[in-house]
């Protein structure tokens, strides 16, 4: 079994190896269109947070959570300021049954460990493959669910209240989430040619500058 580093935070993986590893760190806000997967992934949270959405909720995943991701599940992910994201990617030539339902993937002890050996630096190619091996066996007898959590429903209120014209009405959500969420939709009315003052007078009650604060917060 071979294994390789792909780009980071793509949802469109070129699968040449039967099973991917990668590891990174986002300092900005960064979030992806809807797109279905081209192979079969898992997500796992180590510092900070991210959202996928699937089907009509966004999960929130936060650190120390595991997330499943089948193939050709429609997704979106949003990943939070300064949190570092680790992704292994299985192709769809394994000959192994994955799970085909997505949803938050129950850990076990050994699955841990093998992750955390992971992001050891100066591990070895030999090293990794025997790891990811242990993974995948790991991730057969595991099982996910999609139960969600207050946060996660008040997230997906939130953004459903963002999509209206009206202003959305507060959550128990934290101002720093909620701003997330605005500059997230804020980027998302601009790229669809919205007009600024009209998108500040919509999400920042009327704020031009402060809205242009918020925007420095995303990738590039």
């Known amino acids: 079994m071979e294994t390789s580093k792909v780009t980071h935070f793509n949802l469109?993986?070129?699968?040449?190896?039967?099973?991917t590893f990668e590891s990174d760190t986002?300092?900005?806000l960064?979030?992806?269109?809807r797109k279905k997967k081209n192979h079969y992934e898992l997500v796992s949270v180590e510092s900070g947070a991210m959202l996928i959405r699937l089907g009509k909720w966004e999960y929130l995943?936060?650190?120390?959570?595991?997330?499943?991701?089948?193939?050709?599940?429609?997704i979106s992910e949003t990943v939070v300021p300064n949190s570092t994201i680790s992704r292994i990617c299985f192709s769809i030539r394994t000959r192994e049954n994955l799970p085909h339902q997505g949803g938050y993937l129950h850990s076990t002890p050994l699955l841990c460990a093998a992750l955390n050996k992971l992001q050891t630096k100066t591990i070895?190619?030999?090293?990794?493959?025997r790891l990811l091996s242990v993974i995948q066996d790991e991730?057969?007898?595991?099982?996910?669910?999609?139960?969600?959590?207050?946060k996660s429903s008040a997230i997906t209120h939130y953004v459903a209240e963002l999509g209206k014209s009206a202003a959305p009405s507060q959550v128990n959500l934290s101002a720093d989430i909620m701003m997330?969420?605005?500059v997230r939709e804020a980027d998302k009315m601009r790229k669809s040619g919205g007009k600024m003052d009209v998108i500040a007078e919509r999400l920042f009650e009327g704020n031009a500058q402060l809205m242009e604060q918020a925007f420095t917060i995303l990738s590039e």
């Open 61 to 74: 995943v936060e650190a120390g959570e595991m997330f499943w991701l089948p193939f050709d599940s429609l």
């Open 139 to 150: 991730i057969l007898d595991s099982t996910c669910h999609t139960s969600l959590s207050d």
């Open 12 to 19: 469109e993986v070129d699968m040449k190896n039967a099973i």
């Open 30 to 33: 960064f979030y992806t269109a």
């Open 180 to 182: 997330l969420l605005k």
């Open 26 to 28: 986002l300092t900005t």
């Open 124 to 129: 070895s190619n030999e090293a990794q493959q």
